[in-house]
Antibody, heavy 119, light 111 residues
Framework: QVQLQESGPGLVRPSETLSLTCTVSGGSISSFYCSWVRQTPEKGLEWIGYISYRGTTKNNPSLRDRVTISADTSRNQFSLRLTSVTAADTAVYYC?????????????WGRGTLVTVAS | DIVMTQSPDSLPVSLGERATINCKSSQTLLYSSTNENFLAWYQQKPGQPPKLLIYWASTRESGVPDRFSGSGSGTDFTLTISSLQPEDVAVYYCQQYYNTPYTFGQGTKLE
């Protein structure tokens, strides 16, 4: 049974880079696709972007070029980098799985990790 | 971006009652070539991630009780819980996956 687990620093300073990892257990990342989604009380759920195990990515234009999503098949992990963070990037960050290309609903989510942007 | 608007924001319901949540999209989610609506519904309980309930607007995810049903087409969709159980108290979200950026409704809280 596939499980997703996000990890990374819980506190990031303004203007620095947020880096998170989604570790996949119980299955290979080569068999599905990963999105990153964040959630705040103010904005609700916001899709950040997706990646396939082959490295095809698509990001939310609202985040401009601050987002990099990558995959490491050797470690069975996906990663998210968000540069130049501000307080508005404070959120719970989830990785979420999509089983079929083109069918971008999320059939499994990690438990999420809270990232706070503060000095 | 496709804007997803849910109504109501909160819904007081009693156990055993029927609950209906609406979701309206700013553009059609119906892909005419396949006649499929690119809409999903999720349930989120406090401290937990969202859980997929429904996709393609009306297809129930494996393991989801049949008291949950989805309907609608085009721009107007509904999630119905036929007989509310205690474990159904949660926030419910719709999501469109017709176009990027994929977007969610603001959520409906069952109380």
């Amino acid at each position: 049974q596939v499980q997703l687990q996000e990890s990374g620093p819980g506190l990031v300073r303004p203007s620095e880079t947020l880096s998170l990892t989604c570790t996949v257990s119980g299955g290979s990342i080569s068999s599905f696709y990963c999105s990153w989604v964040r959630q705040t009380p103010e904005k609700g759920l916001e899709w950040i972007g997706y990646i396939s195990y082959r490295g095809t990515t698509k990001n939310n234009p609202s985040l401009r070029d601050r987002v990099t999503i990558s995959a490491d098949t050797s470690r069975n992990q996906f990663s998210l980098r968000l540069t130049s963070v501000t307080a508005a990037d404070t959120a719970v960050y989830y990785c979420a799985k999509t089983s079929k290309w083109g069918e971008w609903y999320f059939d499994l989510w990690g438990r999420g990790t809270l990232v706070t942007v503060a000095s | 971006d496709i804007v997803m608007t849910q109504s109501p924001d909160s819904l007081p319901v009693s156990l055993g009652e029927r609950a209906t949540i609406n979701c309206k999209s700013s553009q059609t989610l119906l892909y005419s070539s396949t006649n499929e609506n690119f809409l999903a519904w999720y349930q989120q309980k406090p401290g937990q991630p969202p859980k997929l309930l429904i996709y393609w607007a009306s297809t129930r995810e494996s393991g989801v009780p049949d008291r949950f049903s989805g309907s609608g087409s085009g721009t107007d969709f509904t999630l119905t819980i036929s007989s509310l159980q205690p474990e159904d108290v949660a926030v419910y979200y719709c999501q469109q996956y017709y176009n990027t950026p994929y977007t969610f409704g603001q959520g409906t809280k069952l109380e």
